[in-house]
């Protein structure tokens, strides 16, 4: 069993920065393929980036290349998110999610935190 925590969500004008945090507890978290989602008031919930076991591997949705940066440290049990060039478009709630791929029988999901961009 994995619990994700998430924060440093919160209320930034447009262009601003801000670095959100996903705490893993229970199993062993260098083990787990991260992924950042998020989910804005009436969308789907989608893919914002992903970072593989060893850090080595990244991938990022189209709208936020360049502008986010996925990252992870294996010795603090932690993902990070840092977000630059914020877009109100980017306002949401922000979930990070494990699984522990390939075999992918596990997937844990956060309660995510809420990112607002304000015009």
């Known amino acids: 069993q994995v619990q994700l925590v998430e924060s440093g969500g919160g209320l930034v004008q447009t262009g601003g920065s801000l670095r959100l945090s996903c705490a893993a507890s229970?199993?062993?978290?260098?083990?787990?393929?991260m992924d950042w989602f998020r989910q804005a008031t009436g969308k789907e919930r989608e893919f914002v980036a992903g970072?593989?076991?060893?850090?080595?591997?990244?991938d990022y949705a189209d709208s936020v290349k360049g502008r986010f940066t996925i990252s992870r440290d294996n010795a603090k049990n932690t993902v990070y998110l840092e977000m630059n060039s914020l877009k109100p478009e980017d306002t949401a709630v922000y979930y990070c999610?494990?699984?522990?791929?390939?075999?992918?029988?596990?997937?844990?999901w956060g309660q995510g935190t809420q990112v607002t961009v304000s015009s």
């Open positions: 999610n494990a699984d522990n791929r390939p075999v992918a029988t596990d997937n844990y």
């Open positions: 229970g199993r062993t978290f260098s083990s787990y393929h």
């Open positions: 970072i593989s076991w060893s850090g080595d591997s990244t």
